[in-house]
């Protein structure tokens, strides 16, 4: 089993920045992709941004591409989502999620982190 557990949410004013931190554990992960997913009130759940945890390649949801960064930190176990020029449109739920590489369907998922940004 994988268990995420993800961190650094808060309340920001607009123009501001967060890092949000997913910390894995339970299986070794080399074979894992890692998203960031969020879901604001009364929307469905999207896609933000992906890392593979083999070889490091990485996507972008085309409304965070250029402002939010996905890295990883393979000795902690850690992804982290580094959110500049944040928007109130950005203002969700944020959850990571693991899947096996290849495989489409996210199959471990965190508690999710609020983040709030205020205009």
């Known amino acids: 089993q994988v268990q995420l557990v993800e961190s650094g949410g808060g309340s920001v004013q607009a123009g501001g920045s967060l890092r949000l931190s997913c910390a894995a554990s339970?299986?070794?992960?080399?074979?894992?992709?890692i998203g960031w997913f969020r879901q604001a009130p009364g929307k469905e759940r999207e896609f933000v941004a992906r890392i593979s945890w083999n070889n490091g390649s990485r996507r972008y949801a085309d409304s965070v591409k250029g402002r939010f960064t996905i890295s990883s930190d393979n000795v902690q176990k850690t992804v982290y989502l580094q959110m500049n020029s944040l928007k109130s449109e950005d203002t969700a739920v944020y959850y990571c999620a693991a899947r096996y590489s290849g495989s489409y369907d996210y199959s471990h998922w965190g508690q999710g982190t609020q983040v709030t940004v205020s205009s």
């Open positions: 339970g299986r070794t992960f080399s074979s894992y992709d």
